[in-house]
């Protein structure tokens, strides 16, 4: 089973920006469309970007133009650049295939305020 860890969170004030990484392990990563979910607590998981095995981006509207998914299938890496970042960006992050998914990670606590 492919395990997923992600990192890069942290505390950053409104306007800034972090890098998340998602680490997968497993040679078959890069035949996957990979996403990039969050979540609130007492709320459900929200899938925000995602990137086909061949690099094809899409972004949901409230990040479009602020975050910025790729990927490095030589390093079995997923990233998630994030610039502008917003009080409501606050969530625990993580990474996952679209179509096919594997066991959670344990996320990336992102919190955005002053």
């Known amino acids: 089973q492919v395990q997923l860890v992600e990192s890069g969170g942290g505390l950053v004030q409104p306007g800034g920006s972090l890098r998340l990484s998602c680490a997968a392990s497993?040679?078959?990563?890069?035949?996957?469309?990979m996403g990039w979910y969050r979540q609130v607590t007492g709320k459900q998981r929200e899938l925000v970007a995602t990137?086909?095995?061949?690099?094809?981006?899409n972004h949901t509207d409230s990040v479009k133009g602020r975050f910025t998914i790729s990927r490095d299938n030589a390093k079995n890496t997923v990233y998630l650049q994030m610039i502008s970042l917003k009080p409501e960006d606050t969530a625990v992050y993580y990474c996952?295939?679209?179509?096919?998914?594997?066991?959670w990670g344990q996320g990336t606590q992102v919190t955005v305020s002053s």
């Open positions: 996952n295939g679209v179509y096919v998914r594997t066991g």
């Open positions: 497993g040679s078959i990563f890069s035949m996957y469309a």
């Open positions: 990137i086909t095995s061949g690099g094809s981006t």
